[in-house]
């Protein structure tokens, strides 16, 4: 089983597992075509996508969607919330998929486990995909930690967690006050020592890959990312991945 993602951040985002012939992308917060050109640079081309699992409405990471799953003929699974909130955007899309934030599914090869997480959304969810052997748990757009999100991510092989702002970046940032509230609140986004205590809590004893990933342009950086988390696994900082805006991130194998 293998992983990249294709692009994250507030601009946009998708993932992607692959195993065997199987290949499903989380999200797509990407025009049509920006998101072939993006497959194309990880060896892809759009009739390789067995599926499009979708976390939750906001655009970065649904845009995308609709267009892309019916030009390409892709089957999309969300949750009912998010397909009621996207309000009929998903109508064009030959194969749509509904199901709850707890079910757990298969799609091809791999086996989807949903679970939901707190953000401000209709039903948001992340997910943790495995092939039987190996575990890829995804982690962003989530504001606070939960026991139940612990315990889903606890024995994977790779984590992509979010890292989403510094607090005193974002403290000091030029953003409205409201925006601020928003992002920092228990519905919005991770900061990094929030991220780095959630690894704290859980068992990182099988992982061999770890990225964070939504980090925010302004009100973040690469390096402090990579100090928190370095800091909660007591790794070397350059052992942590970064998933940026741009190319996302190269193939990872389990």
């Avoid at 009739?47 to 089957?75: M, N, Q, R, Y």
């Avoid at 757009?141 to 702002?165: F, K, M, Q, R």
């Avoid at 920092?184 to 900061?191: D, E, K, N, Q, T």
């Amino acid at each position: 089983m293998r992983f990249a993602s294709l692009g994250s951040g507030s601009e946009g985002n998708a993932l992607l597992v692959q195993a065997g012939n199987t290949c499903i992308m989380i999200d797509c917060g990407f025009g049509v075509r920006d998101t072939a050109t993006r497959l194309a640079r990880h060896g892809l081309a759009p009739s390789d996508l067995t599926a499009i699992l979708v976390t939750h409405e906001h655009a970065d990471h649904v845009g995308g969607v609709p267009a892309f799953a019916a030009k390409h003929d892709i089957a999309v699974w969300a949750t009912f919330g998010t397909l009621q909130a996207s309000a009929g955007r998903f109508d064009e899309c030959g194969r749509v998929y509904g199901f709850d934030s707890h079910d757990c599914f298969a799609v091809g090869e791999l086996e989807v486990r949903p679970f939901p997480v707190p953000h401000d959304a209709r039903e948001p969810v992340q997910f943790v995909i495995g092939d039987g052997a190996h575990r890829v748990g995804v982690l962003t757009d989530i504001g606070t930690s939960t026991p139940y999100v612990e315990a889903s991510l606890s024995g994977c092989d790779a984590l992509v967690i979010e890292c989403n702002h510094d607090r005193e970046l974002l403290a000091d940032s030029d953003y409205p006050f409201m925006l601020k509230q928003r992002i920092a609140g228990r519905f919005g986004h991770l900061h990094n020592e929030a991220a780095a205590d959630l690894l704290k809590r859980i068992d990182t004893s099988r992982l061999k890959h770890i990225v964070a990933a939504h980090l925010s342009r302004q009100n973040n950086t690469p390096e402090r990312a990579r100090a928190a988390l370095a800091g909660a696994l007591c790794c070397a900082e350059d052992w942590i991945g970064i998933a940026d805006q741009e190319s996302g991130f190269a193939w990872r194998a389990c």
